[in-house]
């Protein structure tokens, strides 16, 4: 699942690629589709990249493109007082990526801010699976970020797809079981920040400030990689391929040979189980200052 986020601008705590020409953009997707990827990420506020997207998606078979996942932005936050305003912002929204994306449906549409589940007792929600029933949108989720989160949308009827944090040093939905719970109901299970926006693979010495506590597990998955001799990039990345119940995994690429590289590593054999313990045990416990990127501030 190729992540767009980097088409829109400067994107990760290491993104050394930023602001990607649409030419090099409309290449990477090119190349993402013909090399068999299932779904494409994005958003509006992901700068160009819907635009780009629909550009490309008319140069292939529509019954064998990539789904496409998009997302609403936040509503709640607009202040919006009348049920009329929001569904107006709502469907408006919703038209306007359709338009960009070149689409007659969204594939995948999620709530961006994940507080629009239960604002306005659920009016969000039901706007969203109206646009459903009028074949406007195929399947309706949520982008979240927390457990608490998670357990919102557990307790929600309609909904198909979720896009959730997971990594090697982000255990959280794995240990407490919310994984198999979500799989467990069929629900569609995105996993993003595999790299935890790029802080999984910086240099330990070479931390800015407000990234020091993680200097240590970094030295820690330094050393265990160096003592199991895999990468840590393949490491990080075959961590997360190998849960089970995961639809994709939304990995940012800013060049050709970065998704090559991807691309190989989700046709290797899994992981030994012996390897998936020992590097889970290892970071199963980290603080929420590493772990959350809302709190790098």
């Not at 038209?95 to 659920?122: E, I, Q, T």
């Not at 969203?128 to 949520?142: A, D, F, Y």
Request: aromatic residues 6%.
């Amino acid at each position: 699942m190729l992540g767009t986020a980097q088409l829109g601008g400067n994107y990760g705590i290491a993104n050394a690629e930023a602001n990607l020409t649409v030419q090099s953009s409309r290449q990477l997707i090119n190349y993402a589709i013909s090399a068999g990827i299932g779904y494409l990420d994005t958003a509006p506020g992901y700068g160009d990249s819907e635009t780009i997207i629909g550009g490309c998606l008319g140069d292939f078979n529509p019954k064998t493109r990539p789904a496409v996942v998009t997302k609403l932005p936040s509503v709640q936050r607009l202040g919006l007082k009348t049920e009329e305003e929001r569904r107006s912002f709502v469907y408006s929204s919703v038209m306007s990526s359709l338009d960009r994306l070149k689409l007659a449906a969204l594939d995948v549409c999620l709530l961006h801010d994940p507080l629009d589940m239960s604002a306005y007792k659920g009016g969000i929600i039901e706007i969203l699976n109206e646009l459903k029933q009028k074949q406007m949108i195929r399947r309706i989720g949520v982008s979240v970020y927390d457990p608490q989160e998670v357990e919102t949308f557990l307790s929600l009827e309609g909904v198909d797809s979720i896009q959730i944090p997971v990594n090697l040093f982000d255990q959280r939905l794995i240990r407490n079981g919310m994984l198999n719970r979500l799989s467990e109901k069929g629900t569609e299970i995105f996993a993003r920040s595999v790299y935890l926006q790029g802080l999984l693979l910086m240099d330990p010495e070479k931390l800015p400030d407000k990234l020091k506590q993680a200097e240590a597990p970094l030295n820690l998955l330094l050393k265990y990689c160096e003592d199991t001799g895999i990468s840590i990039k393949e490491l990080c990345f075959l961590f997360v391929r190998d849960l089970p119940g995961l639809t994709g995994i939304v990995v940012g690429c800013e060049t050709v040979e970065q998704l090559e590289e991807n691309l190989k590593w989700m046709s290797l054999p899994p992981l030994k189980q012996k390897i998936m313990k020992e590097a889970g045990g290892l970071f199963a416990e980290l603080s929420l200052q590493i772990i959350d990127p809302r709190r790098w501030k």
